[in-house]
């Protein structure tokens, strides 16, 4: 029988079943990340009338202008997790150190990291943002997690998902048995099923990456870009179609559904960075979402979820997608290096 129009806690808990132990408490945490995300849809529809948009004036951690709403939204996501019992610390792309659950609360088994409002340079001009999220367990037998305890590779993740605050509000979430889709359905104020095993298309004609960067990319990358714009005149025989959002929620949910390749490369103008996404709440997640979609994601030299994590907002490369198009700039990468 489909599970299409189940909502989402009771879908995610009964496909839990095979695993006891984690069951009740990362059910537990789904619903208080999902609960933080319908918030954060509602603040971001009613965010022009109420003088939520624009920027709030500070800077991150990471040197970024700070939009009022990052802020905001980055408080909805503690608030909504800190005293639930089932996390033990968060990370968040807008706070330096790690978030510890308030002493005297409950401490529970997981760590999650989080970007609160992806794609916020956005929010201004009415795009698509999301919430991207990364649960780990937290060390057996720590209770006071550091921010060590946060390097835990992408393979280690227990869930992965991101919510698109787009036309419609959709999470999208894997815990490692395939990835689902749920809409997120205002009268009943929950997440349904509606898009079931999501899989990425194999092959496609279609890429999306800043080409205002161009001249600074490595020559793997331009050659593989040269390759898409020469088209039916050049080595792929085909004509390739471009996106770019910027705002990363939207391009994976767009691959999602109907393929394609993803990039934001290493270039020399990043090089001392180490790219522009971030690995603990951005690329990881991702990463762990495509390839339970059966899509491939990787730096161009490694598997991004086999990355050992050196610090809480490091940034890498990321290139994912579709696996024949990924896998071919991966050997492009290969020939070069
Ligand atoms: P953010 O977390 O500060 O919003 O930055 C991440 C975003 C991604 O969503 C998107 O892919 C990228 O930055 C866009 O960067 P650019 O503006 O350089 O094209
Ligand atoms: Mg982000």
Known sequence: MSDIGKPMIQFVDESQSNEPS??????????????????????????????????????NIQGEVQKKLDIITNDVMVRHLSSTGHLAAMLSEEVEGIIRTPSGMPKGDYLVAFDPLDGSSNIDVNISVGTIFSVLRCPAGITEPTAEDFLQRGTEQVCAGFCVYGPVTMMVVTTGNGVNGFTLDRDLDEFILTHPKMTIPEETAEFAINMSNQRFWEPPVQRYIDECLLGVDGAREKDFNMRWVASMVAEVYRVLTRGGIFMYPLDTKLKTEGGKLRLMYEASPMSFIIEQAGGVSSTGRMRIMAIQPEGLHQRVPVILGSKKEVERLVLYHQERY
Do not use: P, Q
């Not at 408490?25 to 003088?51: H, M, V, Y």
């Open 22 to 59: 984690s069951r009740g408490s990362l059910t537990g945490l789904i619903t208080n990340i999902t609960d933080a995300c319908k918030e954060i849809a509602g603040l971001i529809e009613c965010g022009g009338t109420n003088d939520l948009n624009g920027v709030a004036g500070s800077e």
